[in-house]
Structure formats: structure tokens, C-alpha cells
């Protein structure tokens, strides 16, 4: 008898991130982790799972209710030679936090002439669809990346998860990690089976800064990040159906954002759309399309398309807040009234 | 804890660097200024904030501090700067916003970064909490010697900042030492219109640390409290709060006229400069003789000016090297 071992390793965005940042303090004593219920209940996503029962109290450090004291002292913790971890639980919380993250951590290397390197890495939890209203269901990408000084990372799925993350921590400068809570895999949140992938066990990076193209195509170009990047693939599935070849890109990263990675598949398809679940107005959308006609106009045979969160907060009842958010249905019509 | 009087002499020696310093950088800020107040013109543009009256605040708790030792300040940074050993040249540069400033130009007067003696600086009310805090989370967690203080007003105290931090130090019972300069006013708004409760050290019992109010502007009494809460937090012990009575002697920022401060005030000014009393107690009580006080203040005003021309010779940055340094 013969046992077939199979060497895939499928794991949640949530253990992704928790392997990372475990494999990163085993080999960097200045990494440590800080925030709310990160500690003995691993995270309320999941995310630092298993970290409080192998580095103990000292290192994954549960905080009071206090985001602007523990962001600020990541700050200060950084600038004297430690690689915080911390952890901003939804992303709707930074208003009483701002001051630290934008102000503090994202200019302190400015202001010091390049001399002061704050390695923090600030993760926060992102995306709705599971009716928790309008302030626990947003996205801000752009917010964050509209702001200089720090980098914005969101991977669409385990892989990118666990390799962002450990670049993230390896990184000299302050880097946002948006995660989405219904990529995560904790189920009560709603799971998108397609963000469990394949996980190597060694550690990994993925680049900072880079696209990934994660299907290819001929006819239309469609951009996405977290949640967009799932229900690009899947419009890309249905559109197959039509006969229409697309190709579809996750950004990964924010900032710095891959410009070129998209203006080369715009090249060669000629059409482009973009999807986003935060807010469409002065958003990643906008930023997406203005790149590309910066670019080259030219290369463009019909006008760009957006498919991306209304200009609304999010709503709690299920039937508004469905209709709101993007989905693949609402991306193929979008092709199709391209082509009309 | 009393000084020796070598450090009573270093203590006036910086209060007088400090002041001669901004003496020198008030004169040239007026410069394009006048006859219209225009705060983007003349050799020295954006808003100053004159520490001048404060000098005690920072000489006597930074007199117990190394170069290891974290210090984070506030928008009125210049004589916690000098007091903490930030080089006096780039930071005066910085201030003129030349490429030779600690930041190349970056920054200017409210953002003072001088990593080399672990200095740093926010423009942002109550923001200098935050990082003191994670600078002693710092040191616990390497085992590394070293405190940190955290420089903030009396207006800073009723920002959400300042309680979530000595909550969070408290807890965690970090080497750091809050220290509150209480001059009176929060911009127009007197001490007494804003704050709940007359001084804040009271604040302290809230965080069940030892808290501690200073009167008098006094460098030998802040010496004194300073001293101890710095060994306390030597020794592992925890946090500790201290407000200094202290005094602004100018506006809050230049080109405020005051309107809003008491006449019998701002006519005792004068009379209440602590560098007065500074000299007028060394001579009685140390025997400091006229001619060593000249020698002092001698190299403290060349100190100043030595800086001041350092900043002027230097070269402006190039536009386009604002687009560097955005990362490391």
C-alpha cells in the first residue's frame, strides 16, 4: 500500500499572517506584537493565534483601549531599535488614533532627514458584507495610501498574506497591513474559499510594491485589491461563459502602488476596470485609471469603467448593504456596457 | 538631592545658551516681517514658539539625563533641545530651514530629530506621550539602560493622549517621567479656564503613580523632584508625573500681540526671568564671582552665535530634494 502524501499546505489569511509573525520573532528578538485581544485569544481575526503560548506576555502584549498611547509607543519603540507589531482591530477605529499613525509614524523619518527608520508594522482589519454597519465595515484604502510616508499592503490570499506580512516586518519604514475580514477564514465572518491557498512552511517574502497578475487575458483588464481581487476572478469566470478573455490583476500593495504592472496589461487588452470596496469617490479606482490614461490614452478603446463602494455609509440592513457593495455581477455589466 | 555646584553652573550655562539663542533668533525672525506681519516672509519663516521664562524646566530634569536617554518634547522644543545636548549648529540651521539642519530643511522648529542624543519633537498636543512611552517599553523589553522623558504643556494634559499614555505606562510600569510645563496658558486660554483641577499632579493618583507639583520655577527644585522620579525610574520602579510652575515670557507664538494676558502680568515678566534668579542665588549662595559669570555667559552667547552664523552661511536645500528622505 502506498500513501500519497500531498505537499499542499492550505491555510487561512489569519494562521498565514500568525506563521509569519511567529517565524520573524523567533528570528529577530526586536519583533513584538502589541493591541487589543491579540494576546491570550489570538487575535479577534485569528491572526495572532498561538503567539501569546509560545513568546508569552512580554512580547505579545494585550493593551487597554488605549489605540492612541500603544500606536504612539510603537512609534517611540521603533525609533529605539524594536520591530513592533500592533494591531488597530478595525480600521474604522483610526479616528481616535490618527494622530499617531500619520502624523508620528508616517513623517518621524521625514522630519529626521531619513536618519530615524520606524519598522512598525500596523495591521487592521477591513471590509464588511456581514451587516456590521458603517463603522465596522469599511475599507479606507485610500485614506492610508492617500497619506505620504507609509506603505499599504492587502493581500487576496494566504500566500501573499504570510509573505507581505514577513516583508512587512523586514521592512525599514512604517507599512499598513490591510487584511479583510472575509478573507480570513474564521467562517463566522463569511469565508471566500479562494483566499486558502497554498502556504510553504519556510518563511518568504512577497515584494512590497508589487502587482501580481492573477489570470490572464486578451479583452479587458480588471484591476482589484482584497474582496476585489475575488470577485474579478469570478466575473472573469463568467465573462469566459461569453466568450471575453480577461485578465485580472491584484494590486497587493498600495503603496508604493505597481502603475506599470497595470498600464502593461492595459497595453495589450485596451480596456480596463477597476474594482474597489472602499468609497469610489477620490479612491483607488480613480487613482488606477488616472495612472493609465497619464500613461497613454491612446491605448484605450472605450472609456474606463469603475465598479467600487457608493459615496454612502455603509448601511446595517442586509438588502442595502448587498446592493451596495461590488460583485461580480455588477463587473461584468460593467464590461458589457463597454462593449455596447 | 541637591546639585553640586558644578551642576548648578551647567544648569545656568545651558539656561543662558538657550536664551541667547532665542534672543538671536527673535531679532532675525522680525527681519522681512515688519511693517505687515507676514509669517512666510524674512530669513526665518512659519510659526516661533519662544521658550524663553521656561529654561528651568528643561535644565533641571535633562542635567540627570545621558545621551542614551530618550527625550520627546513639544512644539516649544528649543530649550529642551539644548538642555538634552542636540548639536546646536544643525538644529539652528534647521530653524533657518537649511540643508545643513538636522533634517536638511524638513522639518523646521517644531520637528527637531536628533537621533544621536535620542531627541525628538512633535508639533501635535500631547503627541510626545506616546513615543516616551514606547521608548521605555523599549528598554525594558532589550534591557537596555535608559529613560524616557516626555515634555508636554499644561494644555496637553486634557488631550486623551496624555491619560491613555501614563495609564499604559503605569500598567506596564516603564521607565518613563511626564513632565508637565505649566505656564499658565494654552495659547489665549488661562490654566484656570481649561484645566479641572489647579494643578495636575493630582492627576497622577488616577494612574497610581507618584505625581508631583513643582512651584516657583525654581531649576534647584526641579533638580530636586526631577532627580528622584529619574532614579525611581532607574531603579525599575515605574512612572512618575511632575508639573513645574513655570513662566512664557513671550506670545505664544511670535507676532501675538497678548491681548488676552493680565497688564500687571506681562509687567512682572521681567522681574520673574529665572535666569535672573538663576545668577542672583549662584552669586550669594555659591560665591559665583562677577568675572566667572562673565566667562560663562562669554561662551554661552559665542555658543549661540556661533550657530546662529552656521545657520546663516549655510546653503538653502535644492526644491527638489523634498522628494527624498520620504522613506529610509
Not at chain 1, 536618519?115 to 479606507?140: E, W
Not at chain 1, 502593461?264 to 485596451?270: A, C, E, L, M, P
Not at chain 2, 538671536?24 to 521664562?53: D, Q, V
Request: with cysteine; net charge negative; glycine share 10%.
Amino acid at each position: 500500500m502506498t500513501t500519497v502524501t500531498s505537499n499542499v499546505r492550505k491555510q487561512t489569511i489569519a494562521r498565514a499572517m500568525a506563521e509569519a509573525i511567529a517565524q520573524e520573532m523567533r528570528t529577530d528578538p526586536r519583533v513584538f506584537v502589541m493591541g487589543e485581544d491579540i494576546g491570550q485569544l489570538g487575535g479577534v481575526f485569528g491572526n495572532t493565534r498561538g503567539l501569546f503560548e509560545e513568546f508569552g506576555p512580554e512580547r505579545v502584549r494585550d493593551t487597554p483601549i488605549s489605540e492612541t498611547a500603544f500606536i504612539g509607543a510603537a512609534v517611540g519603540a521603533a525609533a529605539d531599535g524594536m520591530r513592533p507589531v500592533v494591531e488597530l482591530m478595525f480600521v474604522d477605529f483610526f479616528g481616535v488614533c490618527m494622530d499617531a499613525i500619520y502624523n508620528l509614524m508616517a513623517k518621524n523619518t521625514y522630519f529626521s532627514g531619513g536618519k530615524l527608520s520606524i519598522p512598525v508594522v500596523l495591521m487592521t482589519a477591513t471590509g464588511g458584507g456581514y451587516s456590521d454597519a458603517g463603522q465596522h465595515s469599511q475599507c479606507l484604502h485610500a485614506t492610508f495610501a492617500h497619506l505620504p510616508g507609509m506603505k499599504v499592503v492587502a493581500p487576496s490570499n494566504a500566500y501573499d498574506a504570510k509573505g507581505l506580512m514577513i516583508s512587512a516586518i523586514r521592512d525599514d519604514n512604517p507599512v499598513i497591513y490591510l487584511f479583510h475580514k472575509a478573507l480570513q477564514g474564521m467562517g463566522w465572518l463569511g469565508t471566500e474559499p479562494a483566499s486558502i491557498v497554498h502556504v510553504p512552511e519556510e518563511a518568504y517574502t512577497v515584494p512590497i510594491g508589487k502587482a501580481a497578475t492573477v489570470r490572464e487575458g486578451r479583452d479587458v483588464t480588471i484591476v482589484g485589491i482584497t474582496s476585489g481581487v475575488h470577485h474579478a476572478l469570478k466575473a472573469a469566470e463568467q465573462l469566459e461563459q461569453k466568450g471575453v478573455s480577461a485578465e485580472v490583476i491584484d494590486l497587493r500593495s498600495l503603496v508604493p502602488l505597481d502603475r506599470e504592472h497595470v498600464i502593461n496589461s492595459v497595453r495589450k487588452t485596451g480596456r480596463l476596470i477597476v474594482v474597489d470596496e472602499d468609497y469610489q469617490s477620490y479612491g483607488v479606482t480613480g487613482e488606477i485609471i488616472a495612472s493609465v490614461v497619464e500613461a497613454d490614452i491612446s491605448m484605450l478603446k472605450s472609456p474606463p469603467k469603475r465598479v467600487a463602494y457608493p459615496d454612502i455609509p455603509i448601511p446595517f440592513s442586509r438588502p442595502m448593504e448587498q446592493w451596495a457593495l461590488p460583485n461580480p455581477a455588477k463587473i461584468v455589466a460593467a464590461y458589457e456596457s463597454m462593449v455596447k | 538631592m541637591t546639585p553640586t555646584r558644578e551642576q548648578k553652573i551647567w544648569m545656568y550655562e545651558h539656561m543662558l545658551v538657550s536664551r541667547y539663542l532665542e534672543e538671536m533668533i527673535e531679532e532675525i525672525y522680525m527681519e522681512g516681517k515688519t511693517p505687515a506681519f507676514n509669517m512666510a516672509a524674512g530669513p526665518i519663516p512659519g510659526e516661533m514658539h519662544l521658550s524663553k521664562g521656561q529654561e528651568p524646566c528643561a535644565v533641571g530634569v535633562c542635567v540627570h539625563l545621558k545621551p542614551f536617554d530618550v527625550v520627546t518634547a513639544t512644539h516649544r522644543p528649543h530649550h529642551i533641545a539644548v538642555a538634552k545636548g542636540v548639536d546646536l549648529n544643525k538644529m539652528t540651521a534647521e530653524i533657518f530651514g537649511k540643508a545643513t539642519g538636522l533634517s536638511g530643511g524638513r522639518g523646521g522648529h517644531m520637528h527637531i530629530f536628533d537621533p544621536d542624543v535620542n531627541f525628538s519633537c512633535s508639533g501635535i498636543i500631547g503627541q510626545s506621550v506616546g513615543p516616551a512611552v514606547g521608548a521605555a517599553l523599549s528598554r525594558k523589553l532589550q534591557k537596555k539602560e535608559g529613560v524616557a522623558v516626555a515634555f508636554l504643556g499644561e494644555g496637553a494634559v486634557n488631550q486623551g493622549a496624555f491619560h491613555e499614555g501614563l495609564n499604559l505606562a503605569a500598567v506596564w510600569k516603564l521607565p518613563v517621567i511626564f513632565v508637565i510645563e505649566d505656564n499658565g496658558w494654552g495659547i489665549s486660554v488661562p490654566k484656570t479656564a481649561s484645566t479641572a483641577v489647579e494643578h495636575n499632579d493630582i492627576r497622577a493618583q488616577a494612574y497610581g503613580i507618584p505625581g508631583h507639583y513643582v512651584p516657583g520655577n525654581n531649576p534647584l527644585e526641579i533638580f530636586r523632584v526631577a532627580g528622584e522620579a529619574i532614579a525611581r525610574a532607574r531603579r525599575g520602579e515605574g512612572p512618575s508625573l511632575i508639573e513645574i510652575e513655570t513662566l512664557r515670557m513671550a506670545g505664544h507664538f511670535m507676532g501675538d500681540a497678548e491681548q488676552y494676558r493680565p497688564k500687571e502680568e506681562l509687567a512682572m515678566l521681567k522681574a520673574r526671568d529665572p535666569i535672573v534668579a538663576m545668577r542672583t542665588y549662584l552669586m550669594t549662595v555659591d560665591k559665583m564671582s562677577e568675572a566667572e559669570d562673565q566667562e560663562i555667559v562669554t561662551r554661552a552667547r559665542k555658543r549661540a552665535e556661533a550657530a546662529i552664523a552656521f545657520a546663516k552661511e549655510s546653503p538653502y536645500p535644492r526644491g527638489e530634494e523634498a522628494l527624498e528622505k520620504v522613506f529610509v
